[in-house]
């Protein structure tokens, strides 16, 4: 067998390896962040990526921060939990539930959507704008949750980069956008401000879909690219929870590379929509 | 370096790399108990056109790698578009939604380091031909967790700049031509355990 | 209600209660050394004059040491599990072990003896002492373990400070001593070098109470000052591990303040043989 | 500062304490829902013969603090010698073998130290005529985490290093003669909860 090239390579691996193991239940004792069912591969690499932008030389050093330094806490939550999306990102999916799901949806006199981890609010904007054009706004509720605090202000802040614009345009017309989406926010300098109006039926709100339960009665749910990051266990405990929140009828969206798998526990609960899209349906004969 | 006991091999590339793989594919012994990992630089449309083009020139089946899935030996598992992907200790697939690194996602970089982190002295990795600098720091983590690491010399690459990075980064194992390239897979795959 | 003074002193013991448990963690996960049992109040003190000896502010900042730091493992292990003796420590003691336990003993053709968390040594040459001046050291076996390698390494060098030689000396001659203590070791400079004759019939071994089993066929356990150090389920299943090590008749030496309890599991298995010098003996007509 | 709503009274001294003290448990008003702790510079031998002492004293049961054992409402409770003697969070009592701290086992400033950690502003602590620093630091914890502190007046101590340490470090909430420590300790068990 070849040996390492660099034997302190190998028990720095192994050394870090334990490390994001204390960091994850120091976050946890201390402030009640559990990422004890995220998968380790990337959550490593982006506590490794705070060792950079912290300054610090390995990610065990990290800990003392957590342990003692609370302001810095939101800023290490914001970055292993990865809210990174874009406006109608994945546009095919967006054009999809304009075409399908919105006009199923429009046949309950009261239609609440619920987007579970909107992270920093870019498919809350995006839904929001989509219900505004099929003219179902004020039927509608959009509940958008998530357990970083810090991305809730943001995501109703709707402030967003402006140097991703021509993407967002992009986006917007593949999703069958007839509009300019200009017309949805102000520009300012090199930010964009989306157009406050867009919130009149949104409420934001804390919910860690790791601890916490059935959130309301719902007839669209709205959850991308969060399951990727989760253990099979907790991927099943919230597939269950989806279930558990939908109306008869009521509408699952998932992100790209998330299957509703035939061994969930609750895939015989759902019938498939779309499966390039993720889009699932609960079924109307109940369980 | 030898080229037996090998458990996975990684291979990433970009632009003028689809070819060469394309050998390197070809080169592959089946069955083998290697697992092989590709990451190319991907538009997430193209994956199944990808998936089927590689498959022609492949004995063994060649499928876009799925969150959760297992990295199984005697299979090509090949990166989609608009992800990360990374191996976990557990060797399964893991996907990261996060941003690009170095404008690529898929970054290789990304795949090759959970992969070194996960299989260090069992795992080869490639860096095949490219135009930008992805992949060199993932290569060297190979090189220090004790892989074995190859970059496809850069006069025979269509793009050099790729494996010219890893060379500006570290001392590769070897550089090779597609031809010995096809060689070294076809040794690996054939020892490997 | 009264405000504290400082509320950052509120604050900093907020999160070094917290800082403990994560430190415990990772000593656990890292080098296997399990202080999760441990009685919180004198662990956190300890671990306290550990972060003045390394020179860092806060308890949290000896995690990342622990977790990247080898070298300094055995250390923090030795100053966390208070390795504190002296040779005939509680000398009344050991009069009752001379005056009525040794003749007892000397009644086994073999004699077996279990020093539980043997430390750094003394109570083994103690003991050894004891055992030559009654005539039984060839029939005797010492097995003195520690979960503390560090440890153990010192108890087999068997050197000690002679700057505690009046009280070691006062010990041994109100232990029932007949000889002169300066028999058993050479002085040099300011150490004392206790005898390797004394180590003839002494076994060193590493035993952790916290996972381990079942040690020996013993006649005399000896444990002192260990078992305070522990939470009440530990104490338990550690006493529970003496009971089963014992040969029937065997007796058990426990620290003056650690009381075999009413309460035990197994305090029906031991008959008292002197309740302020805390021996017990293992009934012979067995459970 | 009020001297209501305490739930425990830590009293540390040395020599010249026990007079003192004798008073103090005198003005105790039983039943009190106050726990009190005491911790003198006491060898090991003599802690039967104190608690009897300072029974005759007090109104409430006087007995040797042990090891797991509740810090229970309307008692003294005593360190006995050769260990220090710790409060954990749960309000149970934990011994330590270690070395001495300051010349000191049992040590004040251990006793009092863990003390402030778990009862924090409703502890209140009194420290004694005594012969050393021994108290001062444990004093300033309880200080800190909002607890009452109070010291012999220096000029009525039989042995003033004690509680002039203690006003060397920081300044407590009060300095009382004998009387007014009889006074306040009938308050703080009167007003205890």
């Known amino acids: 067998m070849i040996k390492p090239r660099d034997p302190d390579a190998e028990a720095a691996l192994e050394a870090d390896d334990i490390a994001l193991e204390v960091f994850i239940h120091a976050l946890k004792l201390r402030h009640g962040y559990d990422f004890s069912e995220y998968s380790r591969a990337s959550l490593k690499r982006r506590a490794l990526e705070l060792t950079r932008k912290f300054g610090v030389e390995r990610l065990g050093d990290l800990i003392p921060s957590t342990l003692y330094e609370p302001a810095l806490v939101r800023e290490i939550v914001s970055h292993l939990s990865v809210p990174v999306s874009s406006l109608f990102r994945d546009p095919e999916v967006f054009l999809r539930l304009r075409e399908e799901v919105l006009p199923m949806l429009a046949s309950w006199p009261r239609i609440n959507i619920w987007l579970a981890g909107c992270a920093y609010g870019e498919e809350v904007y995006?839904?929001?704008?989509?219900?505004?054009?099929?003219?179902?706004?004020?039927?509608?509720?959009?509940?958008?949750?998530?357990?970083?605090?810090?991305?809730?202000?943001?995501?109703?802040?709707?402030?967003?980069?402006?140097q991703n614009l021509p993407e967002y345009r992009r986006n917007y017309m593949e999703s069958g956008g007839q509009a300019r989406l200009s017309d949805y926010y102000h520009a300012r300098y090199e930010l964009m401000r989306m157009r406050r109006e867009l919130l009149?039926?949104?409420?934001?709100?804390?919910?860690?879909?790791?601890?916490?339960?059935?959130?309301?009665?719902?007839?669209?749910?709205?959850c991308r690219n969060v399951l990727i990051y989760f253990t099979q266990p907790l991927k099943d405990r919230v597939l269950e929870l989806f279930a558990d929140s939908l109306v008869r009828g009521g509408f699952l969206v998932l992100g790209n590379k998330e299957a509703l798998s035939a061994t969930s526990p609750v895939a015989d609960r759902f019938e498939l929509v779309s499966a390039t899209d993720r889009i699932y349906r609960l079924k109307r004969d109940g369980v | 370096m030898s080229e037996s006991g090998y458990a996975a091999l990684a291979i990433g590339g970009s632009a003028g790399s689809l070819e060469v793989l394309c050998g390197i594919l070809e080169?592959?012994?089946?069955?083998?108990?290697?697992?092989?990992?590709?990451?190319?630089?991907?538009?997430?449309?193209?994956?199944?056109?990808?998936?089927?083009?590689?498959?022609r020139h492949s004995a063994l089946p060649v499928i876009e790698a799925q969150e959760s899935a297992a990295v199984a030996p005697n299979q090509v598992h090949v990166a989609g578009g608009g992800y990360h992907l990374l191996v976990e200790r557990a060797a399964t697939?893991?996907?990261?939604?996060?941003?690009?690194?170095?404008?690529?996602?898929?970054?290789?970089?990304?795949?090759?380091?959970?992969?070194?982190?996960?299989?260090?002295?069992r795992l080869a990795g490639m860096l095949l031909s490219g135009a930008n600098g992805d992949g060199a720091a993932g290569l060297r983590a190979i090189h220090r967790l004790g892989g074995l690491t190859i970059v496809q010399s850069p006069e025979t690459a269509?793009?050099?700049?790729?494996?010219?990075?890893?060379?500006?980064?570290?001392?590769p194992d070897r550089q090779n031509t597609p031809d010995q390239l096809i060689d070294a897979v076809r040794g690996i795959s054939r020892l490997a355990r």
């Open chain 2, 93 to 121: 697939f893991a996907l990261c939604a996060g941003p690009r690194i170095q404008y690529a996602r898929p970054s290789i970089d990304v795949l090759f380091e959970s992969m070194a982190d996960t299989y260090r002295r």
């Open chain 1, 200 to 222: 009149e039926r949104v409420v934001f709100a804390h919910h860690n879909l790791v601890t916490d339960g059935v959130f309301a009665e719902a007839h669209l749910i709205m």
């Open chain 1, 126 to 162: 995006s839904l929001a704008i989509m219900l505004a054009e099929a003219g179902l706004t004020q039927r509608s509720q959009i509940y958008a949750t998530d357990f970083n605090d810090y991305a809730l202000e943001r995501a109703a802040e709707g402030i967003f980069n402006r």
């Open chain 2, 158 to 171: 269509s793009a050099p700049e790729m494996p010219q990075a890893a060379l500006k980064l570290f001392a």
């Open chain 2, 27 to 55: 080169g592959l012994v089946s069955p083998t108990r290697l697992a092989v990992v590709v990451c190319l630089h991907t538009a997430s449309r193209e994956i199944g056109e990808l998936c089927t083009v590689l498959s």
